[in-house]
C-alpha cells in the first residue's frame, strides 16, 4: 500500500514537471538582444477560457453559488476576481521574471526601453482544494515583443503553455493566490528559457 501511494504521488510530481511547455511561434529571440529594459504589460483575451468555460460563464456560475451559500456576496466575488490580476497575478509573474534574466529589467512604463512584452492570458484553470481533493490551478500565456507605441508589431511570440501554480497551507484555498503561483511559474520558466537560449 505504502509503495503505490509512493508510486502515485511520483506520478503526479513528474506530470506536473511535464506539463509546461515554452515555444517560440513566431520571429525570433533575437530581438531582445542587445536590450537591457523592457516596458511591461498584461492583457486577458478576448476569449479567455476559464476551465471549460468563457471567462463571463464562469464568472456567473461562480457567483452563483457563492450567493447561494451567502446572499450579497456574489458581487464581491465578482469584484476580487478582477481585483486578483493586479494584486496577485501580474506581480507574481514579474517578480520571477526579473529574478530569473540577469542585468535585464522588466518594469511597467519604462521611458527608456525600445520594446514592450505583451503577457496576454489565454487560459486559466482555477483549480480547486477542498481538504480532501485539490487540483493544481494553471495558466496559458502568449507572450508578445513589440516596439514600444506599435503594439499592432509582433516582432517576437512565445506561447508558454499549462504553467502550474500551487501554493503551501491556508492560501491553496484560495483562487487568486494559487493562480498567482501559476503565473509566477510562467514568469520563472520564460526567464530560465531566455537565459538559455542567450536571447540577450
Wanted: net charge positive; no cysteine; glycine share 10%.
Amino acid at each position: 500500500m505504502k509503495r503505490n501511494l509512493l508510486l502515485l504521488i511520483a506520478v503526479l510530481v513528474m506530470t506536473q514537471l511535464q506539463a509546461q511547455k515554452i515555444k517560440v511561434t513566431d520571429g525570433k529571440l533575437t530581438t531582445l538582444k542587445g536590450q537591457d529594459q523592457f516596458d511591461i504589460t498584461y492583457t486577458y483575451d478576448d476569449n479567455l477560457k476559464v476551465g471549460k468555460m468563457t471567462e463571463d460563464k464562469y464568472i456567473s456560475k461562480k457567483m452563483a453559488e457563492v450567493e447561494e451559500d451567502e446572499p450579497g456576496r456574489g458581487e464581491k466575488w465578482r469584484a476580487m476576481w478582477y481585483e486578483d490580476r493586479p494584486v496577485h497575478f501580474e506581480p507574481k509573474f514579474m517578480q520571477l521574471l526579473n529574478q530569473y534574466v540577469d542585468d535585464v529589467l522588466f518594469r511597467p512604463g519604462l521611458g527608456g526601453a525600445q520594446y514592450m512584452i505583451i503577457v496576454n492570458t489565454i487560459f486559466i484553470e482555477p483549480g480547486f482544494n477542498v481538504g480532501v481533493a485539490r487540483k493544481n490551478a494553471s495558466v496559458d500565456l502568449e507572450i508578445m515583443i513589440v516596439p514600444v507605441g506599435n503594439q499592432s508589431e509582433v516582432l517576437t511570440r512565445i506561447m508558454i503553455y499549462g504553467a502550474p501554480g500551487r501554493s503551501m497551507g491556508y492560501g491553496d484555498y484560495d483562487v487568486g493566490i494559487r493562480v498567482g503561483e501559476a503565473y509566477a511559474k510562467a514568469g520563472k520558466e520564460l526567464g530560465r528559457f531566455l537565459m538559455k537560449k542567450k536571447a540577450f
